[in-house]
């Protein structure tokens, strides 16, 4: 279980960051390079800073894990409703994408807009569909937990 249940029902979760280094030389000259675990998982993250902000490209950094959080909550939520309704999803692919403005601070993701490409097989209309996307989006509690907007923009396909 990646949470622990206390009795009222409230779930905690656990996450460890750790980094090592010197910032001794400067902020030009320390490395970004960072491990986030989260037990009982056995993955580990390798993450850095944005690479505008001297951070390695080739690793994840904070700002894609939040929109990476909130297409996967997404996704979750709406299989489990589809699911639940007897609908036959076949495939799911979001294209998500994330806005951050460095203008008026704060700093922060401004916006976050999901590209759900959803394919359905044959049956259910395609309101009754988007009907459950929505339904998911306001029970997805990633985006329930954002002061950034998360918007939907699902397209559909039947087969």
Do not use: K
């Amino acid at each position: 279980m990646a949470f622990t249940s206390d009795p009222d029902g409230t779930h905690r979760y656990r996450a460890t960051c750790t980094w090592s280094g010197s910032t001794g030389a400067g902020y030009d000259a320390y490395e970004r390079a960072h491990r986030v675990e989260a037990p009982p998982a056995t993955a580990a993250l390798e993450l850095s800073n944005d690479p505008t902000l001297g951070g390695d490209a080739a690793r994840l950094d904070p700002e894609q894990l939040v929109l990476a959080a909130a297409s996967s909550c997404q996704l979750l939520s709406f299989l489990a409703i589809a699911a639940r309704a007897r609908i036959d999803v076949t495939a799911y692919r979001d294209d998500a994408e994330a806005t951050m403005s460095h203008d008026d601070g704060p700093q922060r993701i401004a916006t976050i807009v999901l590209h759900p490409h959803i394919t359905v097989a044959a049956g259910p209309s395609e309101h009754r569909v988007t009907r459950l996307v929505h339904l998911a989006h306001q029970e997805c509690y990633v985006a329930n937990s954002l002061a950034t907007p998360v918007t939907v923009d699902p397209v559909l396909t039947f087969t």
